[in-house]
């Protein structure tokens, strides 16, 4: 079992800047893959970002590719999404999850272990 604990949302203007945290506790960190999925009211969940158990790979969404970065330090359990260049459009609750074994994913239903989200507000 993986616990996962996101942090760091809040409330933010166009253009600013936010760095998301996502905290493990439970199995070997590095292990699994990460994922950062979110989900706006009245949408579906969608990938955002995904970083292989070492850190070497990464890949992401074509919406936040080039604002956005995924990293992962396991002596620390923790995995983050540092958010630049931010707009209204990226308002959303963010979720951290766990894949076992060291493959990257997009897809959801890959995922293992979901912490419960942090929410990303962005005024224009």
């Known amino acids: 079992q993986v616990q996962l604990v996101e942090s760091g949302g809040g409330l933010v203007q166009t253009g600013g800047s936010l760095r998301l945290s996502c905290a493990a506790s439970?199995?070997?960190?590095?292990?699994?893959?990460m994922g950062w999925f979110r989900q706006a009211p009245g949408k579906e969940r969608e990938f955002v970002a995904t970083?292989?158990?070492?850190?070497?790979?990464?890949y992401y969404a074509d919406s936040v590719k080039g604002r956005f970065t995924i990293s992962r330090d396991n002596a620390k359990n923790t995995a983050y999404l540092q958010m630049i260049s931010l707009k209204p459009e990226d308002t959303a609750v963010y979720s951290c999850?766990?894949?076992?074994?060291?493959?990257?994913?997009?897809?959801?239903?890959?995922?293992?272990?979901w912490g419960q989200g942090t929410q990303v507000t962005v005024s224009s």
């Open positions: 999850a766990a894949r076992r074994g060291s493959r990257i994913s997009s897809r959801d239903g890959e995922y293992d272990y």
């Open positions: 439970g199995r070997t960190f590095s292990n699994y893959a």
């Open positions: 970083i292989n158990w070492i850190g070497g790979t990464t």
